[in-house]
């Protein structure tokens, strides 16, 4: 009797979840699933704006399960299927519902491929945890795509950018390039190596702090500027590494030629 009761025990203590860092991770999907509905009524800038909370929420719960020691085999898998909704069902449906409609089957496509490229991203970083080198992403990861997709409509409402004649196609362009980017096998930063701990000059400080004005003057331009940048920055980084690999051609002897 003891010794079932015992097993009991043992067994409620493997089912039970920690309650704290899976919040977050339920508030991130709550966010994302947020935004969906808000789409579907034609509220694209408060469903852009929910999927970025919903980026600040996935952020959260990985740190407060490391400060509060409660990681979890079970956070790991439910974070991933929220952030396959929030930064990949999310972005596809609220660009197919703002512009890309208007294509027809190649707008559902391309919203398609950019949904099945964020499964395939998070698969590969599922397999590849605890192997892969820190410092770099292979691809970009799937909240930096959706913060193209989704910081192009926060952009467009606030600087009166949604009549512009050509930006279901700016819509097409963007949701594509971030889906393939997902999946593309170059080096991003991960941004791993920074240490806030670290001492800083104290004209790094002023950077910053000219930064957070900025941020507070215009959130939507400087957040869809700096993940442009980032999302560029693999490509840029890729193509001078292939420059520099790239063997010089032989210098031909003029007076021989001639």
Not at 172 to 185: E, P
Request: net charge positive; with cysteine.
């Amino acid at each position: 009797m003891i010794v079932q009761k015992e097993t009991q025990k043992r067994s409620l203590r493997q089912q039970s979840i920690y309650l704290l860092p899976n919040l977050f991770t339920l508030s991130a999907l709550f966010a994302g699933f947020y935004g969906v509905v808000q789409a579907m009524n034609g509220h694209f800038k408060i469903a852009a704006v929910a999927v970025f909370i919903a980026m600040i929420l996935d952020g959260l719960d990985g740190r407060v399960a490391r400060l509060t020691h409660s990681q979890s085999e079970f956070g790991a898998q439910l974070d991933s299927l929220s952030d396959m909704v929030s930064f990949g069902v999310a972005p596809a449906l609220i660009s197919y519902t703002w512009m890309l409609h208007d294509f027809g089957k190649l707008g559902w496509s391309v919203a398609f491929i950019y949904c099945a490229c964020a499964a395939l991203r998070l698969a590969l970083f599922n397999t590849m945890i605890g192997t892969a080198d820190k410092r770099w992403f292979i691809g970009i990861p799937s909240p930096t795509a959706a913060a193209l997709v989704t910081g192009l409509v926060w952009i467009s409402y606030d600087n009166k950018l949604v009549n512009f004649t050509y930006m279901p196609y700016v819509c097409l362009f963007i949701t594509a390039f971030a889906g393939i980017s997902m999946v593309v096998q170059i080096k991003f930063w991960s941004f791993k190596e920074i240490n806030i701990r670290r001492k800083v000059p104290f004209f790094g400080m002023l950077i910053v702090l000219a930064a957070l004005i900025a941020l507070m003057w215009s959130p939507s331009f400087m957040l869809f500027g700096f993940f442009v940048l980032y999302s560029l920055s693999g490509y840029v980084l890729a193509a001078m590494h292939y420059l520099k690999k790239s063997p010089t051609p032989p210098s031909q002897d003029t007076d021989a030629a001639q």
